[in-house]
């Protein structure tokens, strides 16, 4: 049946619970930056650029976080990270409230290196959970998960802000994210498989064994699908606020994060290795001429439906990529890199769009960060290839649990 690999992945022990609280935990995660950038506004009554400023201090502190809280979970386990990350959460936004803008900025930038990991504790888990052969289904609910927190989540966080107050949001999104810590806490989903040793045995893994040019070119076309994605975020509402339509920004927003929906139920369903390289590239090829679309609303919604289609499964790809490309032994930092990639790609995307859309005009934002997404893909093609040529990889004893071709289609 159309349906059997994603039953077969929720039937494994453990994962349906772990995709429910997923969906759960995700979505006060998802408020941050927005509640934190109406508070600046509204609140403090600074300027966009104040508030774009302390995001960016979030966004810095996670994205070298990350990996860092990845290691330790390798080594010390799950649970004492996930109680100092979710102590330090509270510390920071149960305080924000009360601080100037300075020392929000500071606060912000901490905050950031100690948030709480659920994303890339959740793709961990998926890889101690799920065998290489099953992960592709399982990576694909992930990611449909990830796109309806992204589509609760800033709606809530606006309705808040606007309906009660900026500073009130403050402390919803602090005690959601506190809540979802200590869900994880309760639930504490395994990091490593069950024919995995349960802690640190002996020396980690030598960087140089598991962060080889694969991985790190992974990890760059990772930081090209996210880079897409936050630049077209920009040029939709660019685009539209051209044409005097931005009301319906929400409509075309909406209808983009359905197609990706769509896309990636699609893509669990697929049965031959996928390549992560060329849904990227296709994603960035197919965003170059949705400015062609014109600039009504239902015209652009259109434009973006192929694009859309390949959003989540990009995502799913690549996490399913990492989970096979490292031991188990260093999974958490690899996925904490993956999620550093991703925070990279979401933070420049969006001023590069705006960039070029000031220089310009609102149709060559798609152009251009289609262009520059297709570009990076091309160049880790190039890469791998003439990897391919000069040490090609041995071959794996079993083709079901091959991560999947880098290359070809």
């Known amino acids: 049946m159309m349906l059997t690999p994603y039953r077969d992945a929720l039937a494994l022990p453990g994962v349906r619970s772990l995709m429910l609280l997923a969906l759960l935990v995700r979505i006060p995660k998802t408020m941050t930056l927005l509640a934190l950038t109406l508070y600046v506004v509204e609140h403090l009554g600074h300027g966009y650029a104040a508030a774009g400023l302390a995001g960016a201090a979030m966004t810095i502190g996670a994205a070298l976080g990350a990996p860092v809280l990845g290691r330790l979970v390798d080594r010390r386990g799950l649970r004492p990270v996930l109680a100092l990350t979710t102590v330090a959460e509270a510390a920071f936004w149960f305080a924000a409230p009360l601080m100037p803008y300075p020392v929000l900025l500071v606060g912000a930038l901490l905050g950031g290196l100690l948030t709480l990991p659920v994303f890339s504790v959740v793709r961990q888990s998926i890889a101690a959970l799920v065998p290489e052969d099953r992960r592709r289904p399982a990576y694909a609910l992930d990611s449909m998960a990830v796109e309806l927190s992204f589509m609760v989540g800033p709606a809530v ?60 070119g992974l990890l760059a076309v990772t930081s090209a699908a996210t880079l897409v994605l936050a630049g077209t975020d920009v040029a939709v509402v660019a685009v539209l606020r051209a044409a005097d339509q931005v009301h319906w920004t929400g409509v075309v927003l909406g209808l983009w994060a359905v197609c990706s929906l769509v896309g990636g139920f699609a893509y669990g369903l697929v049965t031959r290795p996928v390549s992560p390289l060329a ?41 399913n990529a990492v989970s096979q490309l490292v031991p188990s032994g260093v999974r958490g930092e690899a996925m904490g890199l993956q999620n550093s990639a991703i925070t990279f790609g979401l933070a420049l995307g969006a001023p590069l769009t705006g960039a070029v859309i000031d220089a310009s005009a609102p149709v060559w934002g798609f152009a251009a960060i289609g262009l520059v997404g297709t570009l990076l893909g091309l160049a880790f093609l190039l890469v791998e290839s003439r990897r391919r040529r000069t040490a090609p990889d041995a071959p794996s004893p079993d083709p079901r649990h091959a991560p999947g071709p880098m290359v070809s289609p």
Do not use: F, H, Y
């Open 157 to 216: 966080a606006v309705l808040l802000a606007t309906g009660v107050s900026p500073r009130a949001t403050l402390l919803v999104v602090g005690g959601g994210i506190v809540l979802s810590g200590l869900a994880l806490l309760w639930l504490d989903p395994p990091t490593r498989g069950a024919g995995e040793p349960a802690g640190a045995v002996g020396p980690p893994p030598s960087r140089r064994d598991w962060l080889t040019s694969r991985l790190v």
């Open 279 to 319: 849904i990227v590239m296709l994603l960035g090829i197919c965003t170059i001429p949705v400015g062609l679309g014109g600039a009504q609303w239902w015209s652009l919604g259109l434009a973006l439906l192929p694009a859309g289609l390949l959003c989540a499964p990009a995502l799913a790809a690549t996490s």
